[in-house]
């Protein structure tokens, strides 16, 4: 294997290790059998979880994944267990320049743009030109796009970031997200209804995924009535949340690409708001789908329903209100 592997008893001393471990573990220097755990990889026996364990180690600044699976006897009983390292530096390397870059863009992108719109809107309150106010105004509203493409930027980092582990009650996210809408788009009819208590992993990723779903819905319905409807179910161990509108639908140049998870120069689509609903559901295990045409659209969002028990979920519910 080219994995560093590591074997350890049940009291987490070292029993073995295969030449790639000997080497970039423990410096070529042989395997220290029967040294502790704790002492050589501290970070790696700080955690277990049932059987298994994954986290990641830092050794002579390479950077490793480390999975951990149980060993047992013929009787079920513990003997040990088996360590894999999988090397990760150049992928926690480029994450991290990722990250920055990220982070530098969208500050200076949204410092330019404040002052442009700033400009823009001077201009087209000053100017008794209506052929210069009209271009103004054509230019505080791209300033505006910029912006928002800005935000969903920092909303798929927050995506990508997700370790699927913190669980949260949706349902408060989920209404304060539905008065947000109705105050930024007052000629947009929004009927909500959210069962009590839903709880889910990943709740702030849970929470974006819907409100990219009703923004979408709001700010591109121009039918007369223009209504959006949410409903949220309980169906098992799932919960089904449903985005519903009498608009003009999504056009297919904006749903191909999410099926294809990639873009071509002759099919992409002009925003990231469906791409952040499309790996935001599937970043924390569930599932979407589109019903769309001239009458309307209908988005079915299935979100895992998290497992806790009650003192977790009052403990839960004490952090949201903090």
């Known amino acids: 294997m080219t ?9 987490d001393r070292i029993v073995d290790a295969n030449p790639a471990a000997t080497e970039a573990l423990f410096g070529g220097r042989g395997t220290p059998t029967g040294a502790s755990l704790n002492e050589v990889l501290p970070a790696v026996s700080a955690r277990r979880d049932g059987g298994s364990a ?9 950077v490793y994944e480390v999975s951990g699976s149980t060993v047992t006897d013929h009787r079920d009983r513990e003997l040990g267990r088996v360590l894999v390292f999988t090397d990760v530096t150049e992928r926690h390397r480029r994450d991290k320049r990722l990250s920055v870059l990220n982070r530098v863009l969208r500050h200076n992108v949204r410092n330019d743009v404040t002052i442009v719109d700033g400009y823009a809107q001077l201009l087209e309150e000053q100017t008794e030109d209506d052929d210069l106010a009209t271009a103004a105004a054509d230019i505080r509203e791209v300033a505006g796009d910029i912006v928002a493409i800005s935000k969903r930027a920092r909303e798929l980092q927050l995506v990508l970031d997700s370790d699927g ?11 304060a ?24 992993p990943s709740p702030d990723v849970c929470e974006t995924v819907v409100e990219n779903l009703l923004v979408n819905a709001a700010a591109h319905n121009t039918g007369e009535r223009q209504h959006v409807w949410l409903t949220a179910e309980r169906d098992g161990d799932d919960l089904l949340v449903v985005v519903a509108d009498d608009g003009p639908g999504i056009p297919s140049s904006e749903r191909a690409p999410l099926s294809n998870e990639a873009e071509t120069p002759l099919d992409h689509g002009s925003g990231l708001g469906l791409w952040v609903v499309n790996w935001g559901v599937h970043a924390v295990g ?4 589109f019903d769309t045409g001239d009458d309307g659209t ?23 209100q903090a």
């Open 3 to 11: 994995e560093a592997v590591v074997l350890v008893d049940h009291d």
């Open 54 to 62: 994954q986290t990641r180690t830092v050794v002579d600044d390479q």
């Open 165 to 175: 582990e913190t669980v949260g009650n949706l349902t408060d996210r989920l209404t």
């Open 177 to 200: 997200v539905v008065s947000a809408v109705r105050s930024r788009y007052p000629d947009v009819r929004v009927d909500a209804d959210i069962p009590p208590g839903a709880m889910v």
């Open 286 to 289: 569930g599932d979407v789908t």
């Open 298 to 320: 209908v988005v079915t969002v299935t979100l895992p329903l998290a497992t806790v028990d009650e003192g977790e979920s009052n403990v839960a519910d004490a952090l949201e």
